[in-house]
Nanobody, 120 residues
Framework: QVQLVEFGGGLVQTGGSLRLSCQASGRFFSINGMGWYRQAPGKQRELVATITRGGTPTYVDSVKGRFPISRDNAKNTVYLQMNSLKPEDTAVYYC??????????????WGKGTLVTVSS
């Protein structure tokens, strides 16, 4: 059973910072891309940032320069440092990973989400 568990959500004021982390656990062979998505109330889930196993990041335009993504392959963990937070960043943030399991091949896995609330 593969699990992605997120940590680090919470309530913060406009301009503040939060750091999200997500660790993959269970029996698997390899992790390729990892990333973060978010879903605000009444809106569709959107990509925030992704990072390849080699460390190449991509970002949605609205977070470029504010939310650096990083990962520690030895710890099967991906991080999202959220700086200069705005009320429009309020959402449930979901961790995502492409994971290879022996016998099953590649699959997409999601965390349960962590709520980030930015007060104005």
């Amino acid at each position: 059973q593969v699990q992605l568990v997120e940590f680090g959500g919470g309530l913060v004021q406009t301009g503040g910072s939060l750091r999200l982390s997500c660790q993959a656990s269970g029996r698997f062979f390899s992790i390729n891309g990892m990333g973060w998505y978010r879903q605000a109330p009444g809106k569709q889930r959107e990509l925030v940032a992704t990072i390849t196993r080699g460390g190449t990041p991509t970002y949605v335009d609205s977070v470029k320069g504010r939310f650096p993504i990083s990962r520690d392959n030895a710890k099967n963990t991906v991080y999202l440092q959220m700086n200069s937070l705005k009320p429009e960043d309020t959402a449930v943030y979901y961790c995502h990973a492409d994971i290879f399991k022996t016998g099953s091949g590649w699959g997409e896995y999601w965390g349960k989400g962590t709520l980030v609330t930015v007060s104005s």
